[in-house]
């Protein structure tokens, strides 16, 4: 047990080696542009405030989503997806695979749970020993399951999903903006340095006005950093934009989430403004800021309208005016609506719902005109 508990130590230990790399970068970046080049270089003082203020705003956004996300704690499932302890005991001793599905299935019924195993099992966890809710996954890195999991990010050390995924979009927005300015900024004086590196050791070299200093040095590698990390954060932050928009979790992009009636990738797409909706939350002010502000629990998320899934509990809406037998027929065809499918589906559900009512009403109309027509006759 010793040799193992010091291996996990090492391990845990290893896995910062990214985020201290990175925060070093940070920091060197911090001294290379404010004083090496602003300090130092930049001769016009209007020039500096600008810089400056533009700098400590994109610098600050930037660390703080990057906090953020490092150190909000994932989600995990809560204690009612767990087995009780009768039937813990009895999943445990038992030896067929059917039986213990049948097990699950008994206490999945009362769980919002609309999502299965490729084979159309109940999705359990045996390592943490939970019935795994919608779109949750276990993470082997930090030996948990994860609500919403996307993926473990190692230059966060930590893992990606329900809490912390506004954190890691705005942490690619602000490591992006923040790193476009720098190049933008820099880039006439590094031309100016390089040149200057370029010439020194020419006869009659055109004069320069940026004084022989230390700081060429600085704000060369500060363009090179600044517009490497630009080209890569730039394809990660373009492909969970399109991830936002389609609601779907970077383990969902490559394997499509299973319902009853079988793999829809699609499953969790509402539309692409109530997806930015679900991750980023209603109040457009909050957007930009890394405070929580994501709609729904972590355990269910709304689905678009699918087969009824016949071991959830049903329960239909009947509007005034239909009669049992309209309510029955629609109700084999979707699946009824949680409170925070309502919330985010809105008004489009009952709009529809509407026209439902008011088609059957007039078709009773022209059955009944129908009738009175016969009977004249």
């Known amino acids: 047990m010793a040799p193992t ?11 910062w080696i990214p985020v201290i790399f990175i925060a070093l970068v940070v920091c060197w970046s911090y001294y290379a542009y404010v004083v090496e080049l602003c300090l130092f270089t930049i001769p016009s003082t209007i020039e500096k405030v600008i810089y400056l203020t533009v700098f400590h705003v994109s610098f600050i956004m930037f660390v703080w989503s990057y906090w953020k996300t490092i150190f909000t704690r994932p989600a995990t499932p809560s204690k009612e997806f767990c087995l009780p302890k009768s039937e813990k005991e009895q999943y445990e001793k038992e030896q067929h695979p059917e039986t213990q599905q049948e097990i699950l ?19 359990y966890c045996d390592r943490c020993q939970v019935i795994k809710p919608d779109r949750c996954h276990h993470c082997s890195a930090c030996d948990m399951c994860v609500l919403k999991m996307d993926h473990h990010c190692p230059w966060v050390n930590n893992c990606v999903g329900f809490s912390n995924y506004k954190f890691f979009i705005l942490f690619l927005t602000y490591s992006l903006v923040y790193c476009l300015f720098i190049a933008a900024s820099v880039l006439q004086y590094f031309i100016k340095f390089w040149t200057l590196c370029r010439r020194k050791s020419a006869e009659n070299c055109p004069k ?9 040095f600085h704000v060369l590698f500060l363009f090179f950093v600044a517009a490497m990390f ?3 954060i730039l394809s990660l932050f373009t492909y969970h934009l399109w991830l936002v928009g389609k609601n779907r979790s970077t383990i969902e992009a490559f394997r499509a989430p299973v319902f009853r009636n079988g793999p829809d990738k699609n499953g969790f797409s509402l539309g692409f403004s ?6 980023f939350g209603d109040q457009k002010k909050y957007w930009l800021l890394p405070v929580f502000t994501s709609q729904g629990d972590g355990f269910s998320f709304p689905t678009r309208l699918v087969t009824i899934d016949p071991e959830q509990p049903t329960e239909c809406l009947q509007p005034a005016g239909l009669d049992k037998g309209a309510v029955e027929g629609s109700a084999e065809q979707t699946t009824p609506l949680s409170e925070s499918q309502n919330h985010l589906l809105g008004n489009a559900f009952y709009i529809e719902e509407d026209h439902k009512e008011t088609d059957v009403l007039k078709s009773d109309e022209s059955e009944a005109i129908t009738i009175s027509i016969e009977s004249e006759s």
């Open 230 to 232: 630009c080209i890569s």
């Open 274 to 279: 109530k997806n930015i909706a679900q991750v």
């Open 105 to 123: 299935k008994r206490v999945a019924t009362s769980l919002p749970l609309y999502t299965r195993t490729g084979a159309g099992a109940i999705r």
């Open 5 to 15: 508990h010091v291996l996990r130590c090492c391990q845990r230990g290893l896995a």
């Open 208 to 216: 320069n006005d940026l004084p022989e200093s230390h700081a060429k």
